[in-house]
Every structure is written in C-alpha cells, then in structure tokens.
C-alpha cells in the first residue's frame, strides 16, 4: 500500500489533482489554501468569499500566481472551463460555487452556523463530498447533514486538526487496538471568562492578530462546548453537568483527574467530554485495561498514569486549518469521514444569556455580546425546552432573561426563515419523533 503522499502524486500524474471548492476565506481558509499549495495531488480552485477581494486576496496569500485567478460569479460552464484549463476561480457567491461541476469536494469554512447549514446542505444536494469545518453548524444539525449524506451516497466529514477530529483520531486507534475509553476532552486556551466579547478583548485580539469576535468565541467557552458537543455527539459521551467541569490541571495528570472517583478522579464513572485548563493547545483521550500483561506494558513503557488503572493519550497540539487536507484527501481518495454524527445525539450547545436581556432585544452573534454557549445533555435540553446555540443568532427575545440563564424556545422567536432552524426542527422529528 503507497503513502498518502505517493496515492497523491499517483492521482495528480494520471488525473491531475482533486479540485476543492472552499467557502469562507478568512484567517482558517486562507491557510488551508496555503498548505494545499505545498501538497500534491489537491487544488483548491474555486473561493468564494461574501467581503469584496477576500477570495482573490486568499489565493494571493497563498502564494497562488494572480494570473491564473479569475472572477466569475454568473457563468458555471465558463467557471467549469477555467478550472479544467487549471485556472482558480473567485466569487462572492456560495450557491454558485456548490453548482460547479469540476468541483469534487467543498469544504465549509465560515464559521457562521446558517451559512453552514446552506452550504453543507447545498453540497449534499449536488451530490458533492462536504468537509465541514464550521463546528457551530454541525454541534446544531450534525445528525441531520449525516444522515442525509448517507442517503445521498456522499460523504460528510469534520476536519482532522480541529479538536473533535484529533480527538476522535486519537479515539479511533486506542479503540481499535481493544483499549476501554474512559473519557475524552480537549485543553483550554484562554481562561474562561463568560462575559468577554468584542469591545473588552479588541486589543488582546489586535494582538493576536485575530478577529475579536473570533476570540470572544473562545474566552466565553463558546468554542469549546460547541467542539465537545460534536465529539461527544460522535462517540456517545455526554458532559456529567451542565458546561462541564473545566479543572485546571497539568497534561500529566489527566490520568489522574479526568477519571471516576472510586479512582481518585471528579466525575462519577466512565463515558464522560470535559475540558481542561492548562494542558493547551492539546487533546487528549483517558484509557484503561482490565489485562495485567497490557497494564504492566503501559506502565514499562512510560505511558502517563497507571497508579490507579488510567493512562492519558495525550497529543500536545491540533494545527487545525494546516491538518484538513488529511480529511480532504481521505475523503475524496477512500471516501472516508474523520468524524461525524452517526448516532442520534446524546450532547447539546444550549444558548445562554450573557447579561440581563430583555424583550425585543436581538441574539447578535457567537462571541458577541448577547449570549454564549453551553453543553449538556441532549435529553435534558429537550426536557427544559432550551435553544441550540446555531439556531438563536438573529432571535428576537419575547421575554426577560437574566445573565447566566439558558434560553428556552418559549422565550425567543427564531428567524424561521433561516434554513439551520428548518433543519434542526427536521433532525428533532428525527431523534425524537
């Protein structure tokens, strides 16, 4: 069996390179354009991007030569052309840019919950592989574009290098070789402060260079409980309480902490999604044995942990962005997903008030100024009547909530006019009937 690399360059050499359509352009999108351009055997050829010059503007960061870069948001047999002539193509436009037939794959990269929802969707419809890396999107509708994939005989994927895909990677081989998963989780970048949003964070986010809304996302937590929502979705765990315990705590002793308390540890048994501060940027997976051979090897072999019968997995960093073309290219060559969401969903992102909101007062935006996300369990979600985070932006309160409270959907009109709503609706018939 070749490499990936060598499968690659096999493709490239007889067919030419797999041909990527991306929509969103900004920071992530820009640097997976940027590593494709060092790889052999993917293109991305078609950007669209809603902000003036920003698809061209990615191409050119990317080192793509301005020549070949054309405009063309009307004509598909000409966009079509200028592809198979190994031309790019930048628009403004999505719902062209899923209809282009020289297109194999589209990746989704906005990060905006209901233009992930449209284009997933529209991918889907077109018969098109789709590699999600809007997390917001699949943490609300993830079941719905699954199982829709599967009926349309295409493959719908989250991304290896973003948390819920390295952790599922990580997953997928200690399952593989027989271990017992303990739990899962992911480190936390930024201490947790649920009150942050643009105008409080404008200059740490000057300073990294990042969007503030981008990072408010993930000061407030929103970020995180929307990626352990889809990896728990995806492997069947569910956070213990409500937003997860969060314990800062050093990668070396995840073994320790992340682990039932009749083993020393703060949650109640095994099968658990959490966070951790400190151990950042990394994720990581909990595992235990009952054989005393393997048990003895772990520890001869100077796994972490093992005192109390628990060893941490622990991958020390995710490149996110940069790892994508690896889902990209196994999707495409072996029609293999990273992560998705086969399974009815056990986790949700519930939508909480970040101050006093009142009536008629508008939900913003994630890492806005309104609201941030939580996760829990789908079933008590369901119980309590509350509002996934990707369906509340645009909602219009109907009556008071205090900060700190989950939204309920009898306290906020939704834009039924936004299709992530219409679909979460159709994946609730789904799941529960």
């Given at each position: 069996?070749s490499?990936?690399?060598?499968?690659?360059?096999?493709r490239?050499?007889?067919?030419?390179?797999?041909?990527?359509?991306?929509?969103?352009?900004?920071?992530?999108?820009?640097?997976?354009?940027?590593?494709?351009?060092?790889?052999?055997?993917?293109?991305?050829?078609?950007?669209?991007?809603?902000i003036?010059?920003?698809?061209f503007?990615?191409?050119?960061?990317?080192?793509?030569?301005?020549?070949?870069?054309?405009?063309e948001?009307?004509?598909?047999d000409?966009?079509?052309?200028?592809?198979?002539?190994?031309?790019?193509?930048?628009?403004?436009?999505?719902d062209?840019?899923?209809?282009?037939q020289?297109?194999?794959?589209?990746?989704?990269?906005?990060?905006?919950?209901?233009?992930?929802?449209?284009?997933?969707?529209?991918?889907?419809?077109?018969?098109k592989?789709?590699?999600?890396?809007n997390?917001?999107?699949?943490?609300?509708?993830?079941?719905?574009?699954?199982?829709?994939?599967?009926?349309k005989?295409?493959?719908?994927?989250?991304?290896?290098?973003?948390?819920?895909g390295?952790?599922?990677?990580?997953?997928?081989?200690a399952?593989?070789?027989?271990?017992?998963?303990?739990?899962?989780?992911?480190?936390?970048?930024?201490?947790?402060?649920r009150?942050?949003?643009?105008?409080?964070?404008?200059d740490?986010?000057?300073?990294?260079?990042?969007?503030?809304?981008?990072?408010?996302s993930?000061?407030?937590?929103?970020k995180?409980?929307v990626?352990?929502?889809?990896?728990?979705?995806?492997?069947?765990?569910?956070?213990?309480?409500?937003?997860?315990?969060?314990?800062?705590c050093?990668?070396?002793?995840?073994?320790k902490?992340?682990?039932p308390?009749?083993?020393?540890?703060?949650?109640?048994?095994?099968?658990?999604v959490?966070?951790?501060?400190?151990p950042?940027?990394?994720?990581?997976?909990?595992?235990?044995?009952?054989?005393?051979?393997?048990?003895?090897?772990?520890?001869y072999?100077?796994?972490?942990?093992?005192?109390?019968?628990?060893?941490?997995?622990y991958?020390?960093?995710?490149?996110?962005?940069?790892?994508?073309?690896i889902?990209?290219?196994?999707?495409?060559?072996?029609?293999?997903?990273?992560?998705?969401m086969?399974?009815?969903?056990v986790?949700?992102?519930?939508?909480?008030a970040?101050?006093d909101?009142?009536?008629?007062?508008?939900?913003?935006?994630?890492g806005g100024?309104?609201?941030?996300?939580?996760?829990?369990?789908?079933?008590?979600?369901?119980?309590?009547?509350?509002v996934?985070?990707?369906?509340?932006?645009?909602?219009?309160?109907?009556?008071?909530?205090?900060?700190?409270?989950?939204?309920?959907?009898d306290?906020?009109?939704?834009r039924?006019?936004?299709?992530?709503v219409?679909?979460?609706?159709?994946?609730?018939?789904?799941?529960?009937?």
């Open positions: 069996m490499t990936l690399k060598e499968r690659l360059i096999e490239e050499n007889i067919d030419g390179p797999y041909r990527v359509g991306l929509v969103g352009a900004g920071q992530m999108g820009t640097g997976l354009i940027s590593q494709v351009e060092k790889m052999h055997g993917l293109k991305v050829v078609a950007v669209s991007d809603v003036p010059n920003r698809a503007d990615a191409y050119v960061e990317a080192s793509v030569d301005p020549k070949i870069i054309y405009w948001d009307e004509n598909l000409k966009a079509d052309q200028l592809i198979l002539d190994g031309k790019r193509i930048a628009t403004h436009s999505s062209f840019l899923v209809k282009i020289a297109l194999d794959a589209i990746v989704e990269c906005t990060g905006i919950p209901n233009v992930g929802a449209l284009v997933c969707n529209q991918a889907i419809e077109a018969g592989p789709i590699i999600n890396m997390v917001e999107t699949d943490a609300t509708i993830g079941y719905y574009l699954t199982q829709k994939a599967i009926s005989g295409v493959v719908y994927s989250l991304i290896a290098g973003d948390e819920p390295s952790i599922k990677e990580i997953y997928d081989w399952d593989a070789l027989g271990f017992e998963i303990a739990m899962i989780g992911k480190g936390k970048n930024n201490p947790l402060d009150s942050g949003n643009p105008t409080n964070l404008a740490r986010a000057k300073a990294k260079n990042m969007s503030p809304k981008m990072l408010a993930f000061v407030d937590g929103t995180t409980m990626e352990m929502t889809s990896i728990g979705n995806g492997v069947g765990f569910v956070p213990e309480v409500r937003g997860g315990f969060g314990p800062t050093d990668w070396r002793d995840l073994a902490v992340f682990v308390k009749d083993a020393g540890g703060i949650f109640s048994s095994k099968g658990f959490d966070y951790a501060v400190g950042a940027p990394g994720v990581f997976v909990v595992i235990t044995t009952d054989q005393p051979k393997i048990m003895a090897d772990l520890n072999l100077g796994l972490t942990g093992g005192k109390n019968g628990y060893w941490s997995l991958r020390p960093y995710h490149l996110a962005n940069l790892e994508s073309p889902t990209i290219a196994n999707v495409v060559m072996d029609r293999r997903e990273t992560l998705n086969k399974f009815k969903p986790c949700e992102s519930i939508t909480v970040k101050k909101l009142q009536p008629g007062e508008t939900i913003d935006a994630l100024y309104t609201v941030y996300a939580m996760i829990d369990k789908a079933e008590v979600a369901r119980s309590e009547n509350l996934p985070i990707g369906c509340a932006v645009g909602g219009v309160l109907t009556q008071p909530v205090k900060q700190g409270e989950a939204i309920r959907y306290q906020i009109q939704l039924e006019q936004d299709l992530i219409q679909l979460r609706r159709e994946q609730d018939h789904m799941v529960w009937g």
